[in-house]
């Protein structure tokens, strides 16, 4: 049996804190600064983790080790079953021969790239982000934008940033609702609160995608689509989440940030189109110079001068048939309560042997974190391959041949395998060791001032587990306490550790990795975290910011519970 002690060094919430914060700055700055490979960074993180939880909260060396599988099995299954997947799917169309068209396709809204990043990264993005989350939309929207002529560093940084506001109701609003469930706080008041502030990063994160694909230039060109795109984006947010439905808050906020772009085009055309295609066909002539393999996963074709036919209806439908087809199945199986109750069923719940049981939490009771569910068939790596399926097989190719594609890319994946499957058994060895409730007691115990802090717990956790979900499920309860102790609304600090998890999930080591390994940088992650941080931290201050002013002049601001 193993009870964490919040404060184990020395009964010092300083030190043992201190201490906790070591395997993150390790794999921070082994990435950042030392630049090494992803996976020997999480390896490495994981070692200093199982030290620091056996020497320092004297946890078994037993459990120790076998918290540390079952969040790597964590990490393979639904993970990276997930990444997996989502890339064949991709893959698949590639092989037939279907992803140039469309290319061709996203080209009759706009051939211009900046505009393309807000709709292939911020708007359809954003759609994959509330049907399925967990990586899907890094790795489908990378590839994409590859597809249409991106270089791959820039491709993996826009997608990363993109992936940020519609994160706190991504896969159907289930961050919001697991912390509605573990604090007994009605979900649909959480996601309301939420929606007082995801809102306005909605409004501003297509500006920050212009200015990522054309700096300045392409910022003062496109400010006025990229404006009313973000506030159309974040209003919908708002109305939905407040007024509508929380779990289908993204959904339609998508949609309709996807239409705001169809019908501005109709009445508006941006200058400097051309000139930005030619300088990126520049940069990527040097990035094939210098690294002649980084085209994505599977090799994507971006020669943007090949000559083709005409697009016909049926090139098109074929073009966009596998996202139809997902947006269909996602919609289906979530939406759908009797079918999506029906998949729930099916999941498995595996006692993890050895471990479960024996960890205790401070109340003395058996840690529910130790059992592992294995959603077989729920899973969206599973519906996913239910797509590809029905994709191959629509394409007219072979069962071989499709096989093929799958085996080829768990081959190439091998090292994201790694990393992905380390840097989750990091962070359940930090969480049931005891060392993340340590450093979170530690940042909440500022009194008032804690609201201003609040949204760095969600970015904490979201930044070691990859998931603003798992970020709510460790904090929101410790959100909720520190708020009826400094005399805060807990409403207030329970939506804000969901609204700054968001701003996590572009530094967490394994949405690095799923972004390099979907653009074809394997390995390169170290410099893509180089470019999304000072992004993240940034926009983690102005969330900051609106929460500590939530709290105090715009009060009126959190809804009445």
């Known amino acids: 049996m193993y009870t964490p002690e919040i404060a184990p060094v020395a009964d010092s919430l300083l030190w043992s804190s201190l201490l906790a914060i070591l395997p993150l700055l390790t794999i921070f700055v082994t990435l950042g600064a030392l630049k090494w490979k992803a996976h020997w960074a999480g390896l490495t993180a994981v070692g200093v ?71 292939i990264a911020f708007c359809f993005g954003g759609l994959l982000e509330a049907l399925a989350g967990f990586g899907a939309p890094v790795a489908i929207t990378g590839v994409m934008l590859v597809a ?54 909605a409004a501003i ?29 974040g209003f919908a947010q708002y109305i939905s989440s407040n007024f509508l439905s929380v779990e289908l808050t993204d959904i339609i906020a998508s949609l309709l940030g996807l239409a705001a772009v169809v019908v501005m085009l109709r009445f508006w055309k941006p200058k400097g189109g051309q000139d930005a295609l030619d300088r990126m066909a520049d940069e990527r002539e040097h990035e094939d110079a210098d690294a002649p393999d980084a085209g994505g996963a599977g090799g994507v074709a971006t020669d943007l001068k090949k000559e083709t036919a005409p697009l016909t209806g049926s090139r098109i439908f074929l073009a966009l048939f596998p996202y139809l087809l997902v947006i269909v199945i996602f919609s289906v199986a979530k939406l759908v309560p009797a079918l999506n109750n029906w998949l729930a069923s099916t999941d498995v719940a595996i006692p993890w042997p050895g471990l479960d049981g024996n960890i205790l939490d401070s109340a003395g009771e058996a840690s529910t974190s130790t059992i592992y569910n294995f959603q077989w068939l729920s899973s969206p790596g599973t519906l996913l391959l239910i797509s590809g399926v029905i994709v191959a ?5 072979t069962a071989k041949e499709a096989l093929d594609v799958l085996v080829v890319n768990v081959v190439k994946m091998r090292f994201s395998i790694l990393t992905v499957g380390s840097v989750l058994a990091l962070a359940y060895v930090m969480n049931l060791s005891g060392q993340t409730i340590t450093i979170g007691t530690w940042i909440a115990g500022t009194g008032a001032f804690f609201a201003f802090l609040s949204p760095i717990l969600g970015w904490l956790g979201t930044a070691v587990t990859g998931s603003d979900t798992s970020a709510n499920a460790l904090f929101a309860t ?16 329970v939506g804000a550790n969901s609204s700054g998890g968001v701003l996590g999930k572009m530094v967490s ?38 929460v500590g002013l939530q709290s105090t002049v715009l009060s009126w601001m959190v809804p009445s519970a």
């Open 509 to 546: 080591p394994q949405n690095l990795t799923i972004a390099a390994t979907a653009v074809g940088l394997l390995g390169k992650e170290a410099s893509i975290f180089r470019r999304v941080i000072g992004w993240s931290l940034g926009m983690l201050v102005l969330m900051c910011l609106l």
């Open 49 to 119: 983790a199982l030290v620091v939880a056996i020497a320092a909260y004297g946890m078994p060396v037993g459990l120790a080790a076998l918290s540390a599988t079952q969040g790597f099995a964590f990490g393979l299954f639904p993970i990276m079953w997930i990444v997996i997947t989502a890339i064949w799917l991709y893959e698949l169309t590639v092989r037939s021969g279907h992803f140039e068209d469309l290319r061709l396709v996203i080209n009759v809204i706009s051939d211009d790239p900046r505009i393309q990043a807000i709709i």
């Open 393 to 397: 097989i629509v394409y007219k190719m």
């Open 478 to 493: 410790l959100q909720q306490t520190a708020a009826h102790e400094a005399g805060l609304n807990p409403l207030l600090l």
């Open 205 to 233: 994160v297509p500006l920050f995608l212009v200015m990522l694909v054309d700096g300045r230039r392409g910022l003062r060109q496109i400010w006025p689509l990229a404006l009313v795109v973000g506030v159309v984006f």
């Open 148 to 201: 249409v002529g991106f270089t791959a560093m820039r491709a993996a940084v826009v997608v990363l940033v993109a992936n940020t506001a519609p994160v706190a109701f991504g896969a159907i609003a289930i961050p919001i609702i697991t912390a509605g469930t573990l604090t007994g706080i009605d979900y649909q008041d959480i996601g309301a609160m939420v929606g007082h502030q995801t809102p306005f990063l």
